[in-house]
């Protein structure tokens, strides 16, 4: 059973940093892709990145260009979010997400989330 448990949310003053943790479990880490999505209040869920674990080929948001680094450590089956400079539009609830693509991952299993407050 594919479980992912994030962690790492909490809440920050803009222009500061926060590093998301996806922890995987329960499939072959390397072959799927993993990736980052938030739901702010009010919205629907967004994509903000995700990485493909077997090359780590990775894509991003263009609100999140330039601010948010995706990146992988397969001898702990975990996914980072390294979050810098966060504004608060960032403010969301961050949910990861395992699929075989990037290109599919909302089809795949999440997680639970954690939560992002940013104030301003």
């Known amino acids: 059973e594919v479980q992912l448990v994030e962690s790492g949310g909490g809440l920050v003053q803009a222009g500061g940093s926060l590093r998301l943790s996806c922890a995987a479990s329960g499939f072959t880490f390397a072959d799927y892709a993993i990736g980052w999505f938030r739901q702010a209040p009010g919205k629907e869920p967004e994509g903000v990145s995700c990485?493909?674990?077997?090359?780590?080929?990775?894509y991003y948001a263009d609100p999140v260009k330039g601010r948010f680094t995706i990146s992988s450590d397969s001898a702990k089956n975990t996914v980072y979010l390294q979050m810098n400079s966060l504004k608060p539009e960032d403010t969301a609830l961050y949910y990861c997400?395992?699929?075989?693509?990037?290109?599919?991952?909302?089809?795949?299993?999440w997680g639970r989330g954690t939560r992002v407050t940013v104030s301003s």
């Open positions: 990485i493909r674990i077997s090359d780590g080929s990775d």
């Open positions: 997400a395992a699929h075989y693509h990037c290109s599919t991952i909302e089809f795949g299993s």
